[in-house]
């Protein structure tokens, strides 16, 4: 989609594995704005249709409001799409619909999850990244910057991520099925960061010196495992099987 290679964010866990999350381009970008762009014309409509409902002159209702009114209005529609992105970032851990759609995210330049302050200021910053029309400050500042950043990036310490599709088949294909391994006892639900830790674990496991891989395997286990002490034994027999564990882990998250 992008005719460039993307740049890469890298980010040094606490378990000290590196994790290169590939930087979105202005067509994912893109893309996706309008995505959320069609959700919001469809809002709109429908609002539109209900309010003639209600008021059966409407153009001849808003000449009537006064300068202040008109103002407000103008500010109210702009504060919905505000709100529309910023509580599905929010909500959606770095996501709207749009961006779910093109398998995008957006994070914290450190690679952890975007909070409200930071949503809340990109989203605002909207106002001036789509000046003087058609996003022309936006599409300089993306188009300018390493990591493709618009200026509300710029100012919420923000960017945007592809989430690549990984086949988890090829990091074990001689380990045990899923038969002989534990199942666990107890386990909460992965995260996306979490997620993208194990997958770089096993991306880069057969790189690894023996007792390093075996030393990562076994943090990432007793960290998202949640197996009982026979089980984490058995788990914890061979790199292999480890990493098969891990593997499955991810899949039941999908």
Sequence with gaps: MDSAPSPSLDVATPERVSLSLPVAGIGYRCLAYLADLFILFVFWVIAYFTFTLLVSDVIGF???????????????????????????????????????????RVVRVDGSPVGVLESAVRNLVRVVDSLPFVYAVGVLSVLLTRQHRRLG????????????????????????????????????????????????????????EPQARMRLGTKLVERYGGLDEAGRATVLASPQSTEAFLRARVQAER
């Design 62 to 104: 808003f000449q009537g409001l006064s300068g202040l009114a008109q103002t407000l209005l103008v500010v109210g529609v702009f504060a919905t799409q505000w709100v529309y992105w910023t509580v599905a970032e929010v909500l959606m851990n770095g996501q709207t619909p749009g961006k779910r759609l093109m398998g995008i």
């Design 153 to 208: 990036d710029l100012l919420a310490g923000t960017l945007l991520v592809r989430e690549e599709r990984i086949d988890l088949d090829k990091y074990t294909a001689s380990a045990p099925g899923p038969g002989a391994l534990p199942t666990a006892t107890r386990s909460e639900r992965l995260t996306a960061e979490d997620v993208e830790l194990i997958l770089s674990f096993l991306t880069r496991a057969p790189e690894l």
